[in-house]
């Protein structure tokens, strides 16, 4: 304990502090030694950075409550399927930087719920670079994070109903080796009808 505190720039008391309120993993125990690793001296470094960017002790407590309660990142990102989308490993201070203090654990656990989230070790994995980016530049621009998630909610639930339906066309009119090959003509007719509709939408009277 005294390596690793001294290693974190910390006194050993804050060191049982924090361990004292679940904000870092207990050691593994060898007999009546304590073994501390780099996972350890990791979480103290995201907690620290995290304290300097105005996060209370509580609000991290709750931060890697919700991670750590979060499903097998292999699970949610479906690794192993076919997929056009780049999954990003990020540190808790890094996914901070990008939503500009709006990742409260309501918001972490409603993007851990879409599955837009999954921790991995220290890390957190988002299932989609595209996501992330268009998600932090509305933020940016001043929408709201929750705001943000629950329009993804509801376009994951009308995007589930379109892929269902190009699903069925092409397995009743196409071998099922084609199909992949054929995807992106499905994607193309919903980018147009998208884009269509927000002219139309946006031609109306505010």
Do not use: C
């Not at 990742?103 to 299932?127: F, K, Q, S, W």
């Not at 509305?138 to 994951?156: I, M, Y």
């Not at 190009?166 to 980018?191: G, N, W, Y």
């Amino acid at each position: 304990m005294e390596e690793l505190a001294e290693a974190a720039g910390i006194t050993v008391r804050t060191l049982r502090f924090y361990r004292e309120r679940g904000l870092i993993p207990p050691p593994r125990r060898q007999g009546r030694i304590a073994w501390y690793d780099d996972h350890h001296l990791a979480r103290l470094r995201t907690i620290a950075a995290m304290l300097e960017r105005g996060h209370t002790l509580s609000g991290i407590a709750d931060l890697a409550a919700t991670i750590e309660s979060g499903r097998d990142v292999g699970e949610v990102l479906g690794l192993g399927e076919p997929s056009e989308e780049t999954p990003v490993r990020l540190t808790p201070e890094e996914l901070a930087d990008y939503f500009e203090g709006e990742v409260t654990p309501e918001n972490l656990a409603t993007a851990l719920d879409l599955g837009y989230l999954a921790p991995d070790g220290d890390e957190i994995v988002h299932i989609s670079r595209r996501l992330l980016d268009v998600s932090a530049a509305l933020v940016k621009e001043g929408v709201p994070l929750a705001a943000v998630l629950a329009a993804g909610r509801e376009v994951r639930a009308h995007a589930d109903a379109l892929a269902e339906l190009f699903t069925a066309l092409l397995r009743s009119h196409a071998e099922e080796k084609d199909i992949q090959r054929l995807r992106p003509l499905a994607k193309s007719v919903v980018e147009a009808e998208l884009s269509m509709a927000l002219d139309r939408r946006l031609r109306e009277p505010s």
